[in-house]
Every structure is written in structure tokens, then in C-alpha cells.
T-cell receptor
Framework: DTEVTQTPKHLVMGMTNKKSLKCEQH?????MYWYKQKAKKPPELMFV???????INESVPSRFSPECPNSSLLNLHLHALQPEDSALYLC????????????FGPGTRLTVL | DQQVKQNSPSLSVQEGRISILNCDYT??????FLWYKKYPAEGPTFLIS?????DKNEDGRFTVFLNKSAKHLSLHIVPSQPGDSAVYFC???????????FGKGTRLSVIA
């Protein structure tokens, strides 16, 4: 299994809603990532988990809250988002370390109204 | 300041010819380099990678070249096929559990 799966595929939420994005991989990878991608821009790193511990937080606002319940799962909890947070949210996984490519999921297209 | 630059936002190539995508970087600490392909509304798909100890890596129709002295990375696709039409991102990282830094992407259109 060389897949990273993400649910839901699309999400529309209001600014007062609380929702969660989910990501799952069964490749045995021990590093997992959240990226945000706006149209015509490269993916921007948000968070990195290594061995289920948060290792990088790229100064992401607290309205985004990551969680790694186990080595296969990664969640992103969303609360009080702004319309400018609308984007494609990508999850990726890899082996930790240098020479290991990241495998990306298909993304969740988030629209904040 | 952009550490990774893809100076051509778009490229058009005829089917069967060679596509050459380029990427320049400034950080001499980068030692692992990757190319990803992305279709609209999908996540990036890993294509090919190269470490800094090599200057060329080949996988089928895809070849990646690394010129460390010029801090230049390129991807050659030959022969190009219409299904190769997508946005191509170069990405790179330094050693350890460090983040990938992406270029802005080049949109490749292969015309039949």
C-alpha cells in the first residue's frame, strides 16, 4: 500500500464551525506533514510530526490544531477559521531523515465562508 | 527571500520532443532534491529524486541532473507525452528531518 488517504475530499465551513481533516497512511512511515496550498502557489509547510511528536510548527495560527493519535493517523482540527484560510490542505508522509521522498495525499479542498 | 526558484511559469512542448524543466537554488546546505508532478485538485506525485553525491539519476523517460557548483537542478522528459501535461515542482531539503522547500512550479503543456 503506497497511498496516503485524506478525508473529506471537500469541506465547506462557516467561520464559527469546528471541523477536522483526517489523513491516514499504512506505509509504516514515521514522519507526517500538513501543507497548505493556495492556487498557483507551491505547497507551504504547516506542521511536521516525527515519531508521533510535533517537531516543526511553521508559526501556524492556533486556529489550526494538529494531532497525531498514532503512527498511521494525522488530524488537523479547525476552529474559527477565516475566509483567507480557504485552500487545498495536503497531508504527506515519509520516513524521517534526509533521503526520503514524501508521499502526498490527494488533499482536502477547504472553503471557509 | 526565495531559496528555490523555477523561473519559467509555463512551458509548451510538442509530443515526442524533449521537455526540460529548470530549478535554481541558493542554499548550499540542500543535499536532497526531488521533482513532483501535480494535476489540478490532486496532491503532488513524487517523480524522481537525486542526492548531492550524484549529478544524474535516470528513471525511464525522466532524468534529473544536478549541477552543484551552479546550484542548478533540471528535469528532462523524453519523449514527452500529452499525459505529462501538469505542474512540475522542484523541491529540496538539507540533511536530517528538515522540511522540503518547494519552487513555485512550472506548468508543462505537451501538445499532440
Amino acid at each position: 500500500d503506497t497511498e496516503v488517504t485524506q478525508t473529506p475530499k471537500h469541506l465547506v465551513m462557516g467561520m464559527t464551525n469546528k471541523k477536522s481533516l483526517k489523513c491516514e497512511q499504512h506505509m509504516g512511515h514515521r514522519a507526517m506533514y500538513w501543507y497548505k496550498q493556495k492556487a498557483k502557489k507551491p505547497p507551504e509547510l504547516m506542521f511536521v510530526y516525527s515519531y508521533e511528536k510535533l517537531s516543526i510548527n511553521e508559526s501556524v495560527p492556533s486556529r489550526f490544531s494538529p494531532e497525531c493519535p498514532n503512527s498511521s493517523l494525522l488530524n488537523l482540527h479547525l476552529h474559527a477559521l477565516q475566509p483567507e484560510d480557504s485552500a487545498l490542505y495536503l497531508c504527506a508522509s515519509s520516513w524521517p531523515g534526509t533521503h526520503n521522498e514524501q508521499f502526498f495525499g490527494p488533499g482536502t479542498r477547504l472553503t471557509v465562508l | 527571500d526565495q531559496q528555490v526558484k523555477q523561473n519559467s511559469p509555463s512551458l509548451s512542448v510538442q509530443e515526442g520532443r524533449i521537455s526540460i524543466l529548470n530549478c535554481d537554488y541558493t542554499n548550499s546546505m540542500f543535499d536532497y532534491f526531488l521533482w513532483y508532478k501535480k494535476y489540478p485538485a490532486e496532491g503532488p506525485t513524487f517523480l524522481i529524486s537525486i542526492s548531492s553525491i550524484k549529478d544524474k539519476n535516470e528513471d525511464g523517460r525522466f532524468t534529473v541532473f544536478l549541477n552543484k557548483s551552479a546550484k542548478h537542478l533540471s528535469l528532462h522528459i523524453v519523449p514527452s507525452q500529452p499525459g505529462d501535461s501538469a505542474v512540475y515542482f522542484c523541491a529540496m531539503k538539507s540533511s536530517g528531518n528538515t522540511p522540503l522547500v518547494f519552487g513555485k512550479g512550472t506548468r508543462l503543456s505537451v501538445i499532440a
